[in-house]
């Protein structure tokens, strides 16, 4: 029955006046996108009272949630349970000229950068703490940094050869580990490099045997322990002759403690692989 | 836009009509040539001899086998392909392509995690094979239900070729052949009559006529569809036997040209298959759109182009409803089970919803509406019309059988009768019995038997002396015999006779009343013209029975009587009364209509049978309703020419077939649109005006969603024209199974109602199920969005939603199928489908603006919690993105100063899918319940009653945790085992959803037709 009354209006009436353009604005119902203005009003209202009071529903329980939070410590660690290693400077592809101060200068600028933290005169204020023991404050309610001074490192310190060795062709690589709120690693933590070819590489380690003292540990947060610097191991590869031109791949891992340093899925977990190539 | 459409729509249409008329009348002219070449060929075989092998073998070899050819079937291949090319699997291909093509870039760039992208391509891949494999079976099967119908046993004829009688297959049957036919026969082929002996066929599978055609050798007329001397494939020999030359064989046949007429009326789009079109176009082009804007948008941002490619694939994939189809597949086939298990076969999946939407009925009488064989219904005896039971059960009330006449009367009905049961039938009950007989004759019997007892034996009794059956061609209306009194001593000879009543009247000098012998007085005569009147305009057909006792002395025992001098009496007999038949309607059929009628359905009649007959049982079954008047009826109360009256105060109206033919189609709608109770009569089988055709396409032009009933070959072009063609399972023929989209196992007009009512609740019902499904997009959407624009870290992967689209959210869609109806969907109009859309504008904007909003703040909510809980704040968290996502960055320092590396930072990321799929979840729990209803509360509709969906929902979170904690997910599908607590970050939200929902019905139901039901409702 509808057609009988529809047939006749879209025929007979106005055949030309019903176009596309009626779908956006049409000037006989007032219509724009298929609604008057009063329609539009009353949707637009009703979205946003309803955006309105989802956005205060949302606001609410992010802010409860926010009100759990502990400032210093985070609910969980559980995902990052074991620490990352990471090198300085920050590339895992070192390549240069030791003839060409240009080439290398970016690493060393960045090294030179990195190590400001660890100058005497940031590290004086820091404590001297007790070697081979975890340092702890819980109870404390200001937590102290234990000095690391940057002069631990000697050749790689950047002090006494500003280039840390690259102008020499023996460059320096510091090994960092990631921050982790609390981590206390048992035994007695080292970093060991090699290099992935059949004749050892040889390398000095900065403190020496490359170990990472226990006084640095635990580490308390951002919030507490805003002065905090961790500890830093630095490599310097006695490269030869022998070795310019050629690619080599170093791998450091830490090791001497229950530290994860062989993943399968994680690579820079406890251990971290970075290729070297001096040119002459 | 739309006009010009319509313009170009209407133009195509006008072509293809024009063309089919043009071949259809080319058909008529073919065969007229056919059988005048025929008449030249008739020497070849005549004289008893029939056609030499070789010949046989000749013609054979050009011809082709007597055989229809099925229609050619699409070849599997594009079935299959087809089931890969719709909307939403192109716009799958094209995320695979992006994906595989990022890969490759990635792959060859070396980036890690670019093996994702692979992964992802071939789920995506997957699902719309797995998808389409799923379609395909479920077309399959429904074809192989068809195949089961087809009738394997060949079928044998008996030739004259060579002179000699051989029984062959019909299949080898030629053009020119010799055969004969008898009673109980199919016939073969197109034959011309060369000789017959009271030779009747049944043409109903191709005229739906149920009246039995005499054939004889005269040609009576020069349309091959009337003469007498032409019968034709596949009608049924009821009695005789003729011999024939065979004209037409196989396709060539007229059954074979209306077949292919039916292959050659284009299929109608489903409205379920326009609704699902609709908007999957929509979706798809949201999807782009979409994507569009947000690759435009990362393109401004800064993003590199592959990185906006990814985007876009992310962005389809998470709009799309990749379990969409398959659900949509499920609910269907669920239905059509449910159907079959009440004897409706489906074999388009997508006819399970057209029922529901049907509007207008177009429905056969015979074996449809009605038993389809001749029954008792009422007879005139000492001037009472009495009702005799036509139930087909024989459940009904019978009449008072003390009176004597009424034994005279039955024994007349029985005596005078050849008709005979089969033998060895004695277990089944009467009306199931095979007769071999006319319809009459048959009704008579069974009639006789059900009253009287055996007959058999009851003949036996008195023994038949001589009979004179009806003979058409002399004209004789009137059958007789003489019997030999069952009592011994009786010499006396017992004259019977029946035939039309006034005939027998003539000859009649006595009425038998209270069994008493009366003078046939004027009296007498006016109340048999009364009786005589009444039962036939109740469309029944009449008979008049009467009796002689002959005279001992003039015909003695011995006396030989000769049917042809008959020299007997046969006038001054004694009348006995009327016995009047009619082709009862079914049982369950004035219900079912009446359903029809409160739904909002129009049935329309269409039949072979007289105007009378056709209109007595349309008020029978209540299609022509109590009170309703025709045209002619009102004029004839108002004793004014039929030019005078108002055609719009008639509400019923009978057009025959003669009339229509003269009909415009403008006229014919006009009838249509100002008659709510319409039947057709007396329509004519020929093809190029095929009735049903005609009426089915003049309804849709009124905007009508028709669905036709019919059995015969000739329905078939109707059938397949129809939005939905209903055959009959045991009386229709294979065309019209071919050409239906659904067929009745017990041709039972009831089932359709029991199909429509599912069809509505399947419509419904798949409503909910797709505002289900489709509300989860906005959550899986949203985080790319605020991923692309605030740059926090991504919180949901494109394999954790195709996890939800195609594992945890399938069931609780499905289970949706299996919800009762809200209110009582029997007592609305059907829809309109231009208006009632499956999915709506306030569908869509209540899920995604509404419902998924709450969602995707849900998810965002329990993201926060989780990213902060492990250290990273959320204002920390915005602008995030390029750091969290840098490889080479390992020590990335969250808001507590811990560093984390890139491979612990993935992880943290995967936590955030785990939880946000999670709060989907959650939400989608609280989502399936609220889909549970539109209007009423859920409470009045109950929690628990349908326990798939319960089981759905416990299956749903097994399914979850097994995501969640399965040793091995997190490499694999990147779900992580999250913290219980996260499970209950979303309840709030799942509790908002539900309680804003039954808010929503309360409006709804409290105010109907306020703005917020025109707004809320959908």
Redesign the interface.
């Known amino acids: 029955m509808s057609t009988k009354e529809e047939t006749p209006a879209a025929d007979g009436d106005k055949p030309q006046t019903s176009s596309w353009k009626d779908s956006i604005y049409n000037p006989r119902t007032g219509e724009f996108i298929g609604r008057t203005a009063k329609s539009w009003a009353l949707i637009l209202l009703f979205y946003l009272v309803f955006y309105g009071f989802l956005a205060g529903m949302f606001t609410l329980t992010m802010w409860v949630m926010l009100q759990t939070l502990d400032d210093n410590i985070p609910t969980y660690r559980d995902r990052v349970a074991s620490p990352g290693l990471v090198i300085r400077p920050r590339s895992l592809d070192i390549v240069f000229n030791r003839t060409d101060p240009k080439q290398y200068g970016q690493y060393v600028q960045h090294l030179e950068n990195f190590l400001q933290q660890y100058n005497d005169t940031v590290q004086e204020k820091n404590e001297l703490c007790m070697v081979g023991e975890y340092y702890e404050q819980d109870d404390q309610e200001e937590k102290k940094v234990c000095q690391f001074k940057r002069n631990l490192l000697r050749q790689c310190s950047g002090l006494s050869d500003t280039t840390f060795g690259y102008a020499e062709g023996k460059p320096c690589v510091l090994v960092k580990m990631n921050r982790i709120i609390g981590l206390k690693p048992r035994g007695d933590p080292y970093i060991n490099c090699t290099a992935k070819r059949e004749s050892p590489l040889q390398m000095q380690y900065f403190p020496s045997e490359g170990r990472f003292d226990k006084m640095y540990f635990p580490y308390y947060g951002k919030n507490l322990h805003s002065t905090y610097v961790q500890p830093l191991v630095a490599v310097k590869l006695l490269l030869t002759k022998e070795d310019y031109n050629n690619e080599l791949t170093m791998e450091c891992k830490i090791e001497g403690s229950d530290l994860r340093n062989s993943d399968d899925r994680d690579k820079f977990l406890g251990r971290v692989t970075f290729r070297v190539k001096v040119v002459e | 836009?739309?006009?010009m459409n319509g313009e170009v729509d209407v133009k195509m249409k006008k072509k293809k009509k024009i063309k089919k008329k043009d071949r259809l009348e080319g058909m008529k002219k073919e065969m007229d040539i056919v059988s005048v070449i025929h008449k030249t060929r008739r020497r070849e075989s005549w004289r008893e001899y029939g056609l030499t092998s070789s010949k046989a073998a000749e013609v054979l070899e050009r011809d082709g086998p007597n055989e229809l050819l099925p229609p050619k079937g699409t070849p599997e291949y594009v079935k299959f392909a087809r089931q890969l090319a719709g909307g939403l699997q192109c716009l799958m291909w094209v995320a695979a392509v992006i994906c595989f093509i990022a890969f490759g870039i990635e792959f060859s760039r070396g980036t890690l995690g670019c093996f994702d992208d692979l992964y992802l391509a071939i789920t995506l891949i997957t699902v719309v094979v797995v998808t389409g494999c799923f379609g395909y079976y479920q077309e399959f099967k429904s074809t192989n239900i068809i195949a089961s119908f087809k009738n394997l046993v060949p079928q044998q004829a008996l030739v004259i070729r060579d002179g000699q009688k051989n029984q062959i297959n019909a299949m080898d049957l030629v053009v020119g052949d010799l055969v004969e036919i008898k009673g109980g026969d199919r016939v073969p082929a197109d034959i011309r009559i060369i000789f017959a002996q009271g030779c009747k066929v049944d043409n109903s599978s191709l005229t739906g006529e149920s009246e039995p055609q005499s054939k004889t050798p005269e040609c009576t007329h020069e349309n091959p569809l009337e003469t007498k001397n032409i019968a034709f494939f596949s009608t049924t020999c009821l009695e005789g036997v003729a011999t024939g030359t065979v004209i037409n064989t196989g396709d060539r046949t007229i059954i074979g040209r209306i077949a292919s007429l039916a292959s050659g009326v284009g299929n109608e789009k489903t409205p379920i298959a326009i609704e699902i079109e609709h908007f999957v176009d929509i979706i798809a082009g949201l999807a782009i759109f979409f994507g569009f804007t947000f690759f435009v948008v990362a393109m401004f941002i800064g993003y590199a182009f592959l990185e906006a490619m990814i985007f876009f694939m992310a962005i389809v994939v998470a709009y799309v409803p990749e379990g969409l189809l398959a659900t949509v597949t499920v609910c269907l086939s669920l239905t059509a089970k449910r159907l079959a298990r009440k004897n409706c076969v489906v074999k388009n999946l997508e006819a399970v919803e057209t029922l529901g939407s049907t509007s207008v009925i177009c429905s056969d009488k015979t074996g449809t509406l009605t038993q389809n064989r001749m029954t008792v219904a009422h007879l005139w005896f000492d001037n009472v019309i009495h009702a005799a039971d036509t139930t087909e059960d024989q459940s009904g009330q019978s009449f008072d059988q003390s009176s004597e006449t009424w034994r005279s009367l039955a024994r007349v009905a029985g005596l005078c009768n050849r008709a005979i049961f089969k033998p060895n039938q004695e277990s089944l009950p009467i009306p199931r019995r095979i007769v071999v007989g006319d319809a009459s004759e048959t009704a008579l019997l069974k009639f006789t038997e059900l009253a009287i007892g055996n007959m058999m034996e009851y003949r036996e009794r008195f023994k038949k002396v001589v009979e004179v059956p009806f003979n058409s061609t002399n004209k004789n209306t009137l059958m007789l015999s003489v019997h030999e009194l069952e009592d011994p001593m009786d010499l006396r000879y017992l004259l019977v006779m029946k035939g039309a009543p006034e005939r027998i009247l003539e000859r009649c000098s006595t009425i038998l009343i209270k069994g008493q012998e009366m003078p046939l007085e004027e009296q007498w005569r006016e109340a048999f013209q009364t009786a005589y009147m009444d039962l036939g305009s109740l469309g029944e057909r009449v008979l008049g029975f009467c009796h002689i006792y002959l005279n001992e002395n003039e015909f003695p025992r011995g006396y030989k009587f000769d049917s042809d001098e008959m020299n007997f009496t046969t006038s001054g007999l004694c009348f006995a009364g009327l016995i009047s038949m009619i082709d009862p309607p079914r049982a369950t059929v004035p219900d079912a209509v009446m359903k029809c009628r409160t739904a909002g359905i129009r049935v329309v009649m269409v039949t072979g049978d007289h105007p009378i007959t056709a209109r007595a049982i349309a008020a029978n079954v209540g299609i022509i309703t109590e009170g309703s008047e025709t045209v002619e009826d009102i004029a004839t109360r108002k004793r004014i020419p039929v030019e005078q009256v108002n055609r719009r105060d008639a509400r019923a109206c009978v057009i025959s077939g003669g009339q229509l033919k003269d009909m415009s189609s403008e006229e014919l709608d006009e009838a249509l649109?100002s008659h709510p109770e319409m039947v057709f009569a007396r329509t004519s089988p020929q093809p190029p005006s095929s009735p049903p055709l005609i009426i089915v396409e003049s309804c849709q032009r009124?905007?009508s969603i028709v669905a036709v009933t019919g059995d015969g070959v000739n329905d078939s072009p109707a059938l397949k024209k129809a939005d939905i063609g209903i055959a009959m399972g045991i009386a229709g023929s294979d065309a019209a199974k071919n050409a239906a989209d659904m067929i009745l196992l017990d041709d039972n007009f009831a089932s359709i109602v029991t199909g429509v009512e599912q069809g509505r609740l399947i419509f419904d019902n798949l409503k909910k199920s797709i505002a289900y499904t489709l509300t989860k997009n906005i959550p899986e959407l949203t985080p790319y969005l605020i991923y692309i624009t605030v740059s926090v870290p991504l919180p949901l992967g494109c394999i954790t939603i195709l996890m939800i689209e195609l594992a945890t959210d399938i069931f609780p869609s499905v289970s949706l199928a299996y919800e009762k109806a809200e209110s009582d969907i029997m007592h609305l109009k059907p829809r309109?489908p231009?208006k009632d859309r499956l999915v709506n504008e306030s569908l869509a904007a209540y899920s995604y603006?509404?419902i998924g909003?709450?969602q995707s703040?849900a998810g965002?909510?329990d993201y926060?919690?989780a990213m902060?809980?492990?250290?990273w704040?959320?204002l920390l968290c915005v602008g995030l993105r390029s750091h969290w996502e840098n490889v080479?960055l390992?020590?990335l320092?969250?808001?507590?100063?811990?560093?984390?590396?890139?491979?612990?930072r993935l992880?943290?990321q995967y936590?955030c899918y785990t939880v946000f799929f999670i709060s989907i979840e959650i939400c989608q729990i609280a989502d399936v319940l609220i889909r549970k209803t539109r209007r009423l509360s859920i409470f009045q509709q109950g929690f628990f009653r349908n326990k798939v969906l319960v089981s759905a929902i416990v299956f749903q979170l097994l399914l979850g945790n097994l995501l969640c904690y399965c040793p091995g997910m997190p490499?694999i599908f990147n779900f992580m085992p999250i913290?219980g607590q996260w499970w209950f970050?979303p309840i709030?939200?799942g509790i908002?959803i539900f309680v804003y929902d039954e808010i929503r019905k309360l409006g709804v139901r409290r105010h109907p037709g306020s703005?917020w039901d025109q707004?809320l409702y959908y």
Do not use: C, K
Not at chain 2, 893 to 904: F, H, I, K, L
């Open positions: 836009m739309f006009e649109r009124l905007g309109n231009r603006f509404q909003a709450i703040f965002f909510t926060f919690t902060a809980q492990e250290g704040y959320p080479h390992q020590d320092q969250d808001s507590y100063g811990q560093e984390w590396t890139y491979a612990q992880y943290q936590t490499n913290r970050v709030p939200y908002l703005w707004e």
